[in-house]
């Protein structure tokens, strides 16, 4: 739970309050069973190296999408805080830095403690808006509950935005691999998506209900200045802490291929300080770059989902799946089933991709 938060009641306010908090709540049950099946490693089993280069590859884009999308909240939550839109570029600048001299650490112990920090960051921030809401705006409620005739291209973006919020997949290999017990994995799942659901359901339809017409994408734009001020205030942990922990892992991906089969990783030589430095320096770089080209964070958010949640929150599990049990698709009516849903699931993340990019890019030439 992190910066997806901050585009749903907006994305919730543009499909209205009925169809949005239906394609949340059928989207985490989607994210939820396809989150049973892990994908990191398992790369190399059916498309060989070259599938394995190509999902490697892709997960270092989706690691640095999200860089950027911290990158920008950072500058974002600055020009807030200090009530000084003019210096976006330098912010955006600032937040890089920040954010690669935090992450020049090789070994991030404590990272636990570092999200779950991060995590009530955000969670308190959002809070607090949705309160503020509340108190300022009593009589509010002239909210639409349904609404007839929008276009494609404006329904398909808040959908992106949401598909990305349940896009955790590409760490759950990962996360299962430290687990004491690996087995008990479907029950964090359960417990997360739970959370994660009512969470996001309360919040979008309070601050719909209460904003409105006011709604900002980022949701904490939403309230009055001095509550926007804390609200981006409380929230900036999360900003620094999560966008840290990303462009390390994505940096430690490619130090570890570069000096694969040698002793470089585990020595502190010049060689391998270096090389580290410099991975650090060209990944914030190549995210600050893509941060200066895409400026709106919904839109942002928009197209990480569609260019990159498609395939890992649906299309790659159900490969996966439909791959290891391949001899069983037909041995009972319950195989069968399963079989099929699999593959409606791949169908559809195919097709979330194909139009969600449509409706981003068209979304990036007019906006």
């Not at 909210?143 to 276009?151: D, N, P, Y």
Request: with cysteine; proline share 3%; charged share 10%.
């Amino acid at each position: 739970m992190s910066l997806g938060v901050l585009a749903l009641p907006q994305a919730v306010a543009v499909m209205r309050l009925i169809p949005g908090l239906l394609i949340i709540l059928i989207l985490s049950i989607l994210a939820g069973y396809t989150g049973l099946a892990s994908f990191a490693d398992a790369r190399g089993i059916i498309g060989g190296t070259f599938g394995s280069r190509l999902v490697a590859v892709s997960q270092c884009l989706l690691l640095i999408f999200i860089m950027v999308a911290h990158i920008l909240s950072f500058s974002i939550a600055l020009n807030v805080i200090i009530d000084h839109s003019q210096c976006t570029v330098i912010f955006m600048i600032l937040g890089s830095i920040v954010c690669f001299i935090l992450g020049l650490p090789r070994t991030l112990k404590g990272v636990s403690f570092l999200s779950i920090f991060s995590c009530i960051s955000i969670i308190t921030a959002v809070t607090v808006i949705t309160v503020a809401l509340g108190i300022s705006n009593p009589d509010a409620g002239d909210i639409k509950i349904v609404q007839a005739h929008l276009s494609t291209t404006t329904y398909l973006n808040p959908v992106m935005n949401i598909i990305l919020a349940f896009s955790g997949h590409v760490a759950f290999f990962g996360l299962i691999s430290k687990m004491k017990q690996p087995r008990d994995f479907p029950k964090l799942l359960v417990a997360m998506q739970t959370l994660a659901v009512t969470f996001y359901t309360i919040i979008a339809a309070v601050i719909c209900y209460f904003a409105d017409s006011l709604i900002s994408s980022p949701a904490l734009d939403s309230a009055s200045p001095l509550v926007r001020k804390i609200g981006f205030g409380i929230a900036l942990p999360t900003m620094v802490i999560a966008g840290v922990i990303y462009g390390s892992v994505v940096s430690k991906f490619i130090y570890l291929r570069l000096w694969k089969g040698t002793n470089v990783v585990h020595e502190k030589t010049v060689k391998s300080v270096e090389s580290w430095v410099a991975i650090c320096a060209i990944t914030w770089f190549v995210a600050w770059v893509i941060a200066e080209a895409i400026p709106k964070l919904n839109l942002l958010l928009g197209l990480i989902g569609a260019l990159f949640g498609s395939w890992f929150s649906y299309s790659i599990p159900t490969v996966l799946w439909l791959y290891m049990n391949y001899q069983n698709w037909t041995k009972n009516r319950r195989n069968l089933s399963i079989a099929l849903l699999n593959a409606s699931f791949l169908v559809l993340g195919i097709g979330i991709c194909i139009s969600g990019l449509y409706s981003s890019g068209y979304a990036l030439a007019h906006g």
